[in-house]
């Protein structure tokens, strides 16, 4: 990347087609415009800007929690939310919340990043423990289940403990470093599977796990990748660069592929398939009632069977009937992964190398997929 930007460096010699004064330094990736490094951090820190106010994401006076892994794009949000917050006067509070999936030479280290990121930034730090709060490490996950579906159990659980890290802290509102790449990504992936229910939903810039009281919000929802990582680069931000231990998810790194072969022709395209995500809108569909039977009596009862699949099983209750934890469904799908994960926990502590069969992952996969959270 370094070698790269070098090179960009050497080959552009006109001037800022902004500023028309000193030296473009770089073609800016969004719209290949020739930048200096002033006019560059300009733009791209009032594009955020102007999400934040479009989007009204934040209100005077809010406590917000900065979901912060140490990688560049929860680093750049950091230190972005600090100078945008004094720059503009937003009043917010910042706090840095770190999850420790407890994947061992990786997490233990960008953890490091992130403890040198809250002296740098001067903010507190809480970080929060998958090991604490489910008693099992992602090592220990990945050991159990094989690696091929590590992503499933990783991001059902990674969300909750954000949740969960945040109202320990009594925080309602945590921001993450989810970018215009990512969204496009997903939009994509929904697309090629035919998941047109999620499509709408996976553009917003807020969102929450139903029956959660913790929002989250996207203030990069339209910010490259690309110009992420020159921002980092030129602001020479302390960031882990290394790349998760397990697999990234296999149809994701497809839709990655994809979308980087279509920028490379058409720059705009990642804004542009945000665009049409925000513009496609399905044909409303009218709740269909089914019959369930209780199961301890014959009784039956009626559900809600939702636009996506899922269904209302707890009359009353928003909360897990396992863990006690918010949810819209009876059983959270973080206790639907730990329950499979604990039927092979006497294997593993007997030193048996215990690979769960991918078809068994797959079907708990489709599983949780139905469910929402
Ligand atoms: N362990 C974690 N603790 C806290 N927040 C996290 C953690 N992992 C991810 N996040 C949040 O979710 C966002 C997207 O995470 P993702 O795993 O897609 O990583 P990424 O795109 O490599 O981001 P980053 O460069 O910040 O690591 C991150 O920018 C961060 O805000």
Not at 48 to 54: D, F, N, S, Y
Not at 62 to 89: C, F, H, P, Q, W
Not at 110 to 139: F, G
Not at 150 to 170: E, H, I, M, P, W
Request: aromatic letters at 6%; one cysteine or more; charged letters at 25%.
């Amino acid at each position: 990347m370094q070698n790269q930007t070098k090179k960009k460096e050497v080959k552009v010699g006109a001037l800022c087609q902004l500023c028309h004064c000193r030296k473009a330094v770089m073609k800016r990736p969004k719209n290949l415009q020739k930048l200096c490094k002033e006019c560059f951090y300009h733009v791209f820190e009032t594009e955020i800007h102007l999400t934040i106010q479009k989007e009204k994401l934040f209100y005077t006076g809010e406590t917000i929690a900065i979901g912060a892994s140490g990688g560049k794009d929860s680093t750049v949000l950091a230190s972005i939310m600090k100078t945008l917050n004094e720059r503009y006067s937003y009043g917010l509070n910042l706090v840095l919340l770190s999850v420790d999936e407890g994947i061992v030479g990786y997490r233990d280290d960008s953890l490091a990043t992130v403890k040198r990121n809250q002296q740098q930034y001067q903010m507190p730090l809480e970080i929060v423990s998958y090991k604490d709060l489910y008693n099992w490490t992602m090592d220990e996950i990945v050991s159990c289940t094989g690696v091929k579906s590590s992503c499933t159990y990783c991001g059902v659980l990674r969300r909750q403990a954000l949740d969960r890290g945040a109202l320990k802290l009594g925080i309602h509102h945590v921001v993450t470093g989810h970018n215009a790449d990512d969204m496009a990504e997903t939009v994509l992936m929904n697309l090629l599977r035919g998941d047109t229910a999620r499509i709408e939903s996976s553009v917003n810039v807020t969102t929450n796990s139903v029956g959660s009281p913790v929002k989250r919000s996207k203030p990069f929802k339209y910010t490259y990748q690309k110009e992420i990582v020159l921002y980092a680069h030129y602001k020479k931000l302390d960031y882990f660069s290394t790349e998760c231990t397990y697999a990234p998810e296999a149809f994701r790194g497809t839709a990655r592929v994809l979308l980087k072969n279509l920028e490379s022709i058409r720059p705009s395209c990642i804004i542009d398939i945000i665009h049409s995500g925000e513009h496609f809108k399905l044909k409303p569909k009218k709740p269909k009632a089914m019959h369930i039977k209780k199961s301890n009596s014959e009784a039956t009862k009626e559900v809600e069977v939702r636009a996506d699949g899922s269904v209302s099983l707890s009359k009353d209750g928003n909360r897990c009937e396992r863990c006690g934890y918010l949810s819209m469904n009876r059983i959270c799908k973080a206790c639907i992964l730990l329950e499979g994960l604990e039927a092979n926990r006497p294997k593993l502590s007997l030193g048996e190398s215990v690979i769960a069969d991918s078809d068994g992952a797959a079907k708990l996969s489709k599983t949780l997929e139905k469910l929402t959270f």
